[in-house]
C-alpha cells in the first residue's frame, strides 16, 4: 500500500493535477502496474479513497475529486521532498527540467499580494497586483525560500484565495518545472520555476 501523505493538503488544481497524474500514473487506475494486489488496482483504489464497483471496473481519473487524482498520484513523484536548496542544486546541474513533477519544501510568500489577517469565516477579497500568462495560465507569483535559496512559484489566479493562507508558513509544493529566462540563486544559473499543482502545509 502507498505512503501516506505527511502534509496537509490545503490546495490542489484539478485543471493541473490531471496531466501531471496522467503523466505519472495513466489516465485510469486500472491502467497503473506499479502496484500488484489480488483482486486488482480498483479494489485498491475503491478501498482507499472510498469508491465502490466491480473489480473488473476502470476508474478514470479525470472522474475523480482532485483530492483523490492527487492522492493516488503523490507517491509516483520521483523528485519529492527536496530542500529549495536541493532544487537549485539539481536544477543548476539539469537533473531537474521542464517538464519534470516535483515536490518541494520550504517558506512560502506572496510578494504581489498586500499582507491580510485570513479568517475562515469572512476569508480576505484578495487582489494580485501583477499577474503573468504562463504557458496558457493566467498567473500569480510565490516565492519559496529556505537558508538562502528561493525559487519562483506560479500559481492559477482562481487559487489567491486559499493559497493565500499559506502566506509565511512553512509548505510542501506540488508541480512541474517549466522553462523561464536565466535567473540565479546562491550562486546556482537556473532556467527553471514551478507552476503549482498543489499546496500541502508542512506539520
Same mark, same amino acid.
Given at each position: 500500500?502507498?505512503?501516506?501523505?505527511?502534509?496537509?493538503?490545503?490546495?490542489?488544481?484539478?485543471?493541473?493535477?490531471?496531466?501531471?497524474?496522467?503523466?505519472?500514473?495513466?489516465?485510469?487506475?486500472?491502467?497503473? !502496474? $506499479? &502496484?500488484?494486489?489480488?483482486?486488482? /488496482?480498483?479494489?485498491?483504489?475503491?478501498?482507499?479513497?472510498? %469508491? #465502490? +464497483?466491480?473489480? !473488473? $471496473? &476502470?476508474?478514470?481519473?479525470?472522474? /475523480?475529486?482532485?483530492?483523490?487524482?492527487?492522492?493516488?498520484? %503523490? #507517491? +509516483?513523484?520521483?523528485?519529492?521532498?527536496?530542500?529549495?536548496?536541493?532544487?537549485?542544486?539539481?536544477?543548476?546541474?539539469?537533473?531537474?527540467?521542464?517538464?519534470?513533477?516535483?515536490?518541494?519544501?520550504?517558506?512560502?510568500?506572496?510578494?504581489?499580494?498586500?499582507?491580510?489577517?485570513?479568517?475562515?469565516?469572512?476569508?480576505?477579497?484578495?487582489?494580485?497586483?501583477?499577474?503573468?500568462?504562463?504557458?496558457?495560465?493566467?498567473?500569480?507569483?510565490?516565492?519559496?525560500?529556505?537558508?538562502?535559496?528561493?525559487?519562483?512559484?506560479?500559481?492559477?489566479?482562481?487559487?489567491?484565495?486559499?493559497?493565500?493562507?499559506?502566506?509565511?508558513?512553512?509548505?510542501?509544493?506540488?508541480?512541474?518545472?517549466?522553462?523561464?529566462?536565466?535567473?540565479?540563486?546562491?550562486?546556482?544559473?537556473?532556467?527553471?520555476?514551478?507552476?503549482?499543482?498543489?499546496?500541502?502545509?508542512?506539520?
Amino acid at each position: 500500500m502507498a505512503r501516506e501523505i505527511n502534509n496537509t493538503l490545503i490546495y490542489v488544481e484539478k485543471e493541473l493535477i490531471l496531466p501531471i497524474a496522467v503523466k505519472l500514473i495513466g489516465s485510469s487506475t486500472a491502467s497503473r !502496474s $506499479s &502496484e500488484s494486489v489480488s483482486g486488482g /488496482l480498483s479494489w485498491v483504489l475503491a478501498a482507499r479513497l472510498g %469508491y #465502490t +464497483g466491480e473489480n !473488473s $471496473s &476502470e476508474t478514470r481519473l479525470a472522474d /475523480l475529486f482532485p483530492e483523490d487524482i492527487f492522492s493516488v498520484t %503523490y #507517491t +509516483g513523484i520521483p523528485k519529492r521532498n527536496l530542500s529549495v536548496r536541493d532544487f537549485a542544486e539539481a536544477a543548476s546541474a539539469r537533473r531537474v527540467a521542464p517538464p519534470d513533477v516535483v515536490s518541494i519544501n520550504g517558506e512560502i510568500s506572496f510578494p504581489d499580494i498586500p499582507e491580510h489577517n485570513y479568517d475562515p469565516f469572512q476569508p480576505p477579497q484578495i487582489n494580485i497586483a501583477r499577474t503573468y500568462r504562463l504557458y496558457g495560465y493566467t498567473c500569480f507569483t510565490g516565492v519559496l525560500s529556505r537558508d538562502g535559496f528561493k525559487i519562483p512559484l506560479y500559481f492559477l489566479t482562481e487559487s489567491a484565495e486559499i493559497v493565500y493562507y499559506a502566506h509565511s508558513k512553512p509548505v510542501e509544493v506540488v508541480g512541474v518545472v517549466k522553462w523561464s529566462p536565466t535567473y540565479e540563486v546562491a550562486g546556482h544559473a537556473l532556467n527553471c520555476i514551478v507552476l503549482a499543482a498543489a499546496l500541502l502545509l508542512q506539520r
